[in-house]
């Protein structure tokens, strides 16, 4: 079955514009994580969705946020990008809590 | 709060024998695992660990010890498409929440 697809993969955005990243989870995945990673931190958790609700968040500002649909798929959202926004973005799916099957990520450079 | 920690670097030669260690320290704790991360791809997965003790899959065992907060990841029979990022992450799904911590990751570099 298909895997987890991000689009776009690629990305360059200048500061202060917003931008939208899609996420289509496994089918049959209801648990849709976001991570971003970067060379310095490595990957850390932004928000996951369950049933179209946010469960649980970490610790990034208001300017990162997410939503889910009712097939499942899930978008994130970054407004008045930062230079420091420069990342890998990478989303999850996982069944009943198991193992998180990863996309190929979304690359976002900021200029 | 969490921190999960492993060495940053590893060198090991080919056909060898390599551990790599993880430990962490965090609230709520439902599993760990170990992903595989090559250069510009998305993380893979590669063994899951909730009991402890040993998990063997093929050349892959992962080790846990709970009350240590540790685990390792051992990888026999080395081969040079085993230079990656390996990547130990713990699992707290507290709240009915999912959520995966990472520690920042181990290089292993294969050489003949």
């Known amino acids: 079955k298909a895997g987890v697809t991000q689009t776009p993969r690629y990305l360059i955005k200048t500061r202060g514009q917003q931008v939208t990243l899609s996420c289509s989870p496994i089918?049959?995945?209801?648990?849709v994580s976001w991570y971003q990673q970067t060379p310095g931190q490595g990957l850390q958790f932004l928000f996951e969705?369950?049933?179209?609700?946010?469960?649980n968040k970490g610790n990034f500002p208001g300017r990162f946020s997410g939503r889910q649909f009712s097939n499942s798929r899930s978008e994130m959202n970054v407004s008045t990008l930062e230079l420091g926004d420069s990342a890998l973005y990478l989303c999850?799916?996982?069944?009943?809590?198991?193992?998180?099957?990863f996309g190929q990520g979304t690359r976002l450079t900021v200029v | 709060g969490q921190n999960i920690d492993q060495p940053t670097e590893m060198t090991a030669t080919e056909g060898a024998i390599v551990q790599i260690n993880c430990t962490y320290q965090?609230?709520?704790?439902?599993?760990l695992f170990w992903y595989q991360q090559h250069a510009g791809e998305a993380p893979t997965f590669l063994s899951y660990?909730?009991?402890?003790g040993l998990e063997e899959k093929g050349r892959f065992s992962s080790f846990l010890s709970r009350s240590k907060g540790y685990s390792y990841l051992l990888l026999k029979e080395l081969q040079m498409k085993d230079s990656a990022s390996y990547l130990c992450?713990?699992?707290?799904?507290?709240?009915?929440?999912?959520?995966?911590?990472f520690g920042k990751g181990t290089k292993l570099s294969v050489i003949p």
């Open positions: 999850a799916s996982s069944f009943e809590n198991t193992e998180a099957f």
């Open positions: 089918s049959g995945h209801r648990s």
């Open positions: 969705y369950f049933s179209e609700t946010q469960r």
């Open positions: 965090t609230s709520g704790f439902n599993g």
């Open positions: 660990n909730v009991l402890d």
């Open positions: 992450a713990v699992s707290s799904s507290g709240a009915g929440s999912y959520q995966l911590t």
